[in-house]
């Protein structure tokens, strides 16, 4: 079945430095991404709709300024978190849509921690 | 936009049946998924249905949709202790469309 590929699994920063995430749909050609956040035991909450080749569309309260979302490509899409603080500490999960079945499939996630 | 309602706790005892409910306010929504999460991972999809449907079967999984009473509930048959993790019901009107999830279920698997 499709897969997505989320890169790295877990990552642990310095404050103020920055953290790239990867996202990659394996077997299929996403044109629209999703990142979500998740603080321990709670529910995800959606950040951003990546889409490929235009800006992305945060949610409201996301800072764009400080979630760069990049989609260069329909198999790749990319979060990074600038001048990273404690409290960015969280979950990512990304998520794809197959478009033959509409299926919504997410990736492993990537533990922050910021120091 | 959509609420969409778990309880947070649900302990079975290995072999019993489990039936993770969750309700939701928005009737729009096209796909109706049951995503499983266990500890420090992502998200792994079970199974889902589309709103024309009324249940779906997946070997162990049973999925039920009640949408007069915007209900929507998961059943494990034969629970075994693999199957704790935390559970979510989700929705969306489907395509490339955003997800809204509910608050997840804990199951607890007991020997």
């Known amino acids: 079945g499709a897969v997505v590929s989320q890169h790295p699994s877990w990552v642990i920063c310095k404050s103020g430095t920055s953290v790239k995430i990867e996202c990659r749909s394996l077997?299929?050609?996403?044109?629209?991404m999703f990142w979500y956040r998740q603080f321990p035991k709670q529910s995800l909450m959606l950040m951003a709709t990546s889409n490929e080749g235009s800006k992305a569309t945060y949610e409201q309260g996301v800072e764009k300024d400080k979630f760069l979302i990049n989609h260069a490509s329909l198999t790749l899409s990319t979060l990074t978190v600038t001048s990273a603080h404690p409290e960015d500490s969280s979950f990512y999960i990304c998520?794809?849509?197959?478009?033959?079945?509409?299926?919504?499939?997410f990736g492993s996630g990537t533990q922050l921690s910021v120091l | 936009g959509e609420d969409v309602e778990q309880s947070l706790f649900l302990s079975v005892r290995e072999g019993d049946s489990s039936v993770i409910n969750c309700t939701y306010t928005d009737s729009s929504s096209t796909y109706l998924y049951w995503y499983k999460q266990e500890p420090g991972a992502g998200l792994q999809l079970l199974t889902y249905i589309f709103s024309n449907m009324d249940m779906k079967q997946d070997q162990r999984l049973t999925v039920l949709l009640n949408k007069k009473d915007k209900h929507l509930s998961l059943r494990i048959a034969d629970t075994q202790t693999g199957d704790s993790a935390i559970y979510f019901c989700?929705?969306?009107?489907?395509?490339?469309?955003?997800?809204?999830f509910g608050t997840g279920t804990k199951l607890q698997v007991i020997p």
């Open positions: 077997d299929f050609q996403a044109t629209t």
């Open positions: 989700a929705f969306s009107p489907g395509g490339y469309q955003k997800v809204t």
């Open positions: 998520s794809a849509t197959d478009p033959t079945g509409g299926e919504l499939f």
